[in-house]
């Protein structure tokens, strides 16, 4: 039996770390129209520190730099707690410290969309 990627993301509270209002906006929007509850989004890494402090979260997407500070250690906590994310980021593959880069990588720009319906690829490893 095969589940919608709407069903897979109703399910999930998802993180949205990203400091560019209208990409924040845009990807808390593909998100929200696949099922998703949006926790955030988060503009700087204070917000996001705060929000995995305090929340429950099935996975989370990444801006690697958040307003000049670096989303590692927001990443390193997710990693610690088995939370999978993705990274969203104008950064490329070669900026990603070797300890994440099997995480998946998408570079700006990217289409939201194809990014929230690639994002249950990552869940299974936290729910099975």
């Known amino acids: 039996m095969t589940r919608s990627t709407h069903a897979v993301l109703a399910q999930h509270r998802i993180l949205v770390v990203e400091?560019?209002?209208?990409i924040a906006h845009d990807i808390a929007h593909a998100l929200g129209r696949l099922g998703a509850e949006v926790i955030g989004p988060a503009p700087s890494c204070e917000d996001a520190l705060a929000l995995v402090t305090a929340e429950h979260l099935d996975a989370a997407v990444l801006d690697i730099n958040v307003r000049g500070q670096s989303v590692l250690p927001v990443a390193e906590i997710l990693a610690?707690?088995?939370?999978?994310?993705?990274?969203?980021?104008?950064?490329?593959?070669?900026?990603?410290?070797?300890?994440?880069?099997?995480?998946?990588?998408?570079?700006?720009?990217?289409?939201?969309?194809?990014?929230?319906?690639?994002?249950?690829?990552?869940?299974?490893?936290?729910?099975?």
């Open 19 to 22: 400091d560019e209002y209208f």
């Open 80 to 128: 610690a707690r088995g939370v999978p994310f993705v990274f969203a980021t104008g950064y490329d593959r070669g900026a990603v410290p070797v300890a994440f880069r099997s995480v998946p990588h998408w570079e700006k720009p990217f289409n939201p969309d194809h990014l929230a319906r690639a994002l249950p690829e990552v869940l299974p490893r936290r729910r099975r």
